[in-house]
């Protein structure tokens, strides 16, 4: 969380309404291309306006937000009056601007802010219907995969190898949030890169969508580490149910929040032949949390007094989860670090803020709303070490060197140290050079560059996985 960054989400559902039809309407048909700027916002977007037979239809795209062609609800055209909102969690963004010939600018509101916005005439671009592009099989067979973790049904892709043997397996767990079975994240496949290659390589891989989305079944917003847990053993009994599986080398892969539920599980299993952690936490949920905060804070050029007020108004928070308090006693010291924080703006943006209180209030409820929850209050309680020190099976640890979201410093030493205390030995660790939380080649580490890297792993990551489950001495 940077407190001196803050970025408003446009991607929204919306419903359309619009003004009285009237001649003006062919001035504002067509395809207009400009920018949104409010705070440190700074966005590409295009507008795109129809006439329909009673109406106008209007169609926003950002391409940074990977939102295309999506259809507005709220749109107004008076000539030369141009209205549109947008609802957010934050509140509804409401833009108003005039049409002058070829451009509409005008400014947007929203929880108290004030940013501006211009569009200029374009000419939409031409896209090419190319001939399907031939692609070779794949060497391997992928069907659809369903099972059951007691009444929730989780749905998922396997993919083997076409001969007729048995196979070491592993099931891959993804991190925190509504992941889909390819973890995708800004366009990067992270687990669909690691299914193929690792099916490539003689290994049956399970990767499913988590409960609660995609195919799957169940409530994420009341679902925990520990039933996510439940939902990667009920994935081990489904793959010691198939024919072309070698029930003694099944393995669990999990990535961030993944690398929590995979210790839990084969402390649990004795069906769990080995694990990968690909940036497990070695700490409780609280810690990480502050750590990502200080690292991230840092990296922004905070101030070491900020990044101080900061870490203790987050240990306040995690102190009043972990002890199961009503959250509504942090709600006042929300509100004064937001107050206080409000004071080191940049004038510029403050004299943009045009109702502070509303600008505090939108702010201390969206964190009352992300913290406050089933999953939050398990995972900042949880201390993985017990599991750790529970594990026997071979363990390989994973870190990207630049990552800034599980750090190695933080992590990686707990880990080992816990393994060790419960006799495991029959563990390695590979720290990636330049790799980031998704293990691309970055600059920072910072989150802010997922999306513009490239969407592939740093040299080497694939092949060290591969060769390290096919070693494994059973």
Known sequence: MKKNHILLSLLFILTFFLSTFDIAQNNITGYWNGRIKMLTLDLDFQLEVKKASDSLNAFLSIPKQLLKDYQLSVFHFNNPEVYFEIPSPAGIAKFNGKLNADSISGSILQA?????????KSIKPTVTIKEPEKTEPLPYLEEEAVFKDKDVLLAGTLTHPKENKKYPAIVLLSGSGPNKRDEEILGFKIFQKIADYLTKNGIVVLRYDKRGTGGSSGNIRQATTEDFTNDAIAAVEFLKKQPF???KKIGLLGHSEGGIEAPMAASISNDIAFIILMSGPGVNGGDVIVEQQK???????????????????????NNALRNNKDFESVRKDLTDFE???????????RSSIKNKDAFIKSRVQTQMT????PWFRYFIKY??????ENVKVPVL???????????????????EEALKRGGNNKYKTIVFPKANHLYQEAITGSPSEYGDLPKEFVP???????????GISY
Not at 397 to 415: C, H, P, T, W, Y
Request: glycine share 6%; proline share 3%.
């Open 112 to 120: 108290g802010i004030a940013g501006t916005f211009y569009l200029g």
């Open 460 to 470: 080497g990551f694939l092949e060290k996985i591969s060769d390290w489950i096919l």
């Open 245 to 247: 599986v070698d029930v």
């Open 295 to 317: 690292m991230n804070l840092k990296l922004a050029g905070a101030s070491e007094d900020l990044i101080k007020e900061n870490t203790e108004l987050q240990e306040k928070v």
């Open 339 to 349: 107050e206080k924080d409000f004071l080191n703006l940049s004038p510029e943006i």
């Open 383 to 388: 201390d993985p070490i017990p599991a750790l």
């Open 397 to 415: 640890i994973l870190f990207g060197e630049l990552d800034m979201q599980v750090s190695a410093n933080q992590n990686r030493s707990k880990i």
């Open 370 to 373: 992300a913290f406050d929850n």
